[in-house]
């Protein structure tokens, strides 16, 4: 059974005061709009309307909490890069946005999606740079592998891998496409290691003391 098999709606909140104080890990997926998040959540839960997919991008306006056990949350975050909603409304998913990644002590990692045809636009650079001084580990799924040939893919991942190399290191990628099901397996081995390492620490901690 998978990581996000047992996925389940837990709340959604409109103001950072709002932020569910349920003592355990949480990991974020966030990405430019129309990149294909609600996609790829739905893909990994197994559940075709978990995170709502929608025709219109920018339509998630929240931040979404699933709880996908009693101490792990998966979170999905507004999308980012799209014009067409009220001024007003865009400044205050933005200032949220913003005040979650960088406050909120809960989240372990950040997974950041990206079309395969378009990766690392200026936006997704921008996003990288910015949540580079939290030091959480940030994991990129190239969505819709599918819309390229393997060949294609493949370079594409290489191209996009060794930029991170050089210029942000912290982060790993991967490809993934929801219609053919392809990086399921890999997605959730990162984020499980997420979830894991504190109890990891704890662990190594308790040994070195008892030497």
Not at 11 to 27: I, M, Q, S, Y
Not at 74 to 98: C, F, I, N, Q, R
Not at 112 to 131: N, Q, Y
Request: charged residues 20%; aromatic residues 10%; neutral net charge.
């Amino acid at each position: 059974m998978g990581l996000f098999s047992l996925a389940t709606f837990y709340t959604t909140v409109n103001h950072f005061k709002d932020l569910p104080a349920h003592g355990g890990r949480e990991v974020a997926f966030v990405g430019r709009s129309n990149a294909g998040k609600s996609s790829a959540i739905n893909t990994l839960a197994n559940h075709v309307r978990l995170a709502y997919v929608s025709k219109t991008p920018g339509r998630t306006q929240h931040l979404n909490f699933f709880s996908l056990s009693p101490n792990t949350y998966l979170v999905d975050l507004p999308g980012y890069g799209y014009a067409k909603v009220p001024p007003a409304s865009k400044k205050h998913w933005e200032a949220l946005l913003t005040e979650y990644l960088q406050k909120r002590d809960e989240l372990c990692g950040l997974v950041v999606i990206m079309d395969v045809r378009h990766p690392l636009t200026e936006l997704d650079e921008a996003m990288l740079d910015w949540f580079a001084p939290t030091n959480k580990p940030v994991h990129i799924l190239l969505t819709k592998a599918d819309k390229y040939s393997r060949q294609q893919a493949i370079q594409t991942l290489t191209k996009v891998r060794a930029h991170l190399v050089e210029f942000f290191p912290h982060c790993t990628v991967q490809l993934f496409s929801s219609l053919k099901k392809q990086g399921i397996e890999e997605a959730e081995a990162v984020i499980a290691g997420w979830f894991a390492a504190p109890e990891e620490i704890n662990t190594d901690e308790q040994l070195g003391a008892e030497e």
